[in-house]
């Protein structure tokens, strides 16, 4: 399948410019990626939990980064496109749910 024919079926606008998939079952967002290895022809990438609530605090933003370091920095990985996309600072900022039990950096 050509990379036009992925970015269509996705509704992408283009490659590496990842989209919000809200009616997704699992997956928060989707990227078409081409920047890792063996992603030449273009790789369909899902990351972010759907269920997860949305607590894109300092404190949670340094627990991702600190949990998931070593994949951040494999290049087109799910955990490079979720610190890319979601947590990056100035980012997402919306603060997690009432019903949510964890909540970072509130006392």
Known sequence: MAIKDKLKKLGLKGVNKPKLTRNHPTKKAVVLSTIGPGQEGGKVVRFGD??????????????????????????????????????????????????????????
């Open 50 to 107: 759907q269920k997860m609530g949305n607590n894109y605090s300092p404190e949670a933003r340094k627990a991702f980064k600190s949990r998931h370091a070593k994949n951040i920095k494999r290049k087109g990985s799910a955990a490079y496109w979720a610190n890319r996309f979601l947590w990056k600072a100035g980012g997402h900022s919306k603060r997690p749910p009432k019903s949510q039990k964890k909540t970072f950096g509130k006392k």
